[in-house]
């Protein structure tokens, strides 16, 4: 029962980071394809 709960866990941790890693990189090449401007717009409402 534990042994299911701690796969179950690393499997969802897994997908977390996955899903984290494809915002991360669809964020980067949406603010390297736009224009300087809206990239410092997005950069400063972002960070």
């Not at 603010?31 to 972002?46: A, D, F, I, K, P």
């Amino acid at each position: 029962m534990f042994k299911r709960f701690m796969i179950g866990l690393i499997i969802s941790f897994i997908m977390i980071i996955i899903a984290g890693g494809l915002y991360y990189a669809a964020a980067e090449g949406a603010r390297h394809s736009v224009g300087l401007e809206s990239c410092n717009m997005l950069q400063s409402t972002w960070y």
